[in-house]
């Protein structure tokens, strides 16, 4: 039996409550594909569109004095853990009733340690948040000592940074689930971010890649394969171009080789292949395949394989 830490992507998810119901119930069917054909499952996913809109949400009741106090961005992490958990635990558990396999889904809310040193707390890259004019953001970034950043000619936005995980706080709670043939969900949106502060957790307002996260997870659980779903079947070379290639293997050598040649873009592809690098080190196999595909990624007959 393999375990397989699954990342699920945006195009798994939706940005409506009743959207995303619906988007996961397709999703969960893919997820049983890969139950049902004898793996443990780990599942890991995103979070940008719905902790954006909690945010959003909580920050405007605040301001109309709807709400007492406002709401840190690690809780609001927290809080889109929860319901996107809530719904894939929800729609993978009916998809194995229909089925009549009788196992348990659980989803745990993670907290992700990372470096309080690391260099991206000097460099916050992630916009979160609303839209604000430039004397408004001014008077905020006084007040709160945030980071704002113009973005795209629509005004001026909230930047956190996005440092590295180096832990999973629940790592062994992951484990012992698993052992005992549970399907998990886990490290959502990247997980919480949390800082030691002389012994002591604390949650920080940062944005974890969940692609390195769930590759991080893969590595501590001892995951056979980490396979990252994304909208496309395989990684693609020259994407977009006429002579567009598609590539079913990659060595870690050779995808250092097409980094350097810029041949991914940073907001899409990228990472998620720094990711399978990064699990691949540790002699296991990654995967970048399509969702839709994940069952014959697996079986190597789809998807784009990223060894050591």
């Not at 020259?238 to 350097?260: D, P, R, V, Y």
């Amino acid at each position: 039996m393999k375990k397989v830490v699954i990342a699920l992507g945006g195009n798994a998810l939706g940005d409506t409550a009743i959207e995303q119901q619906k988007l996961v119930e397709e999703t969960s069917k893919s997820i049983v594909d890969l139950i049902e054909a004898g793996n443990q499952v780990i599942i890991a996913h995103g979070n940008g569109p719905q902790v954006g809109m909690i945010n959003l949400g909580l920050n405007y009741a605040y301001e109309k004095d709807i709400i007492k106090g406002e709401m840190p961005f690690p809780e609001c992490g927290a809080m889109s853990e929860g319901y996107i958990g809530f719904h894939l635990q929800n729609a993978i558990d009916n998809e194995l009733r229909k089925r009549k396999i009788n196992r348990d889904v659980a989803c745990v809310i993670t907290q992700v340690l990372v470096d309080k040193n690391d260099e991206a707390f000097k460099k916050p890259t992630k916009p979160i948040g609303a839209f604000y004019s430039k004397e408004v953001a001014e008077k905020i970034s006084n007040e709160k000592k945030w980071t704002f950043v113009e973005d795209a000619g629509r005004g001026y936005r909230r930047v956190v940074a996005s440092p590295k995980p180096i832990d999973v706080i629940e790592k062994n709670i992951i484990s012992n689930l698993v052992e005992n043939n549970c399907i998990v969900i886990a490290v959502g949106g990247g997980g919480i971010p949390v800082i030691d502060n002389e012994g002591i957790l604390v949650g920080v307002p940062a944005v974890i890649d969940k692609d390195l996260a769930s590759a991080k997870l893969a590595e501590l659980v001892n995951a056979d394969t980490l396979i990252i779903l994304t909208a496309v079947d395989r990684v693609c070379i020259n994407f977009g171009k006429e002579n567009q290639e598609e590539l079913s293997h990659m060595t870690i050598k050779e995808a250092e080789k097409l980094i350097e040649d810029k041949q991914f873009s940073p907001g899409s592809m990228l990472p998620k292949v720094l990711a399978c690098m990064s699990f691949a080190k540790t002699g296991k196999v990654a995967i970048i395949a399509s969702l839709k595909n994940a069952k014959d990624a697996l079986l190597g007959n789809s998807g784009t394989k990223i060894t050591i």
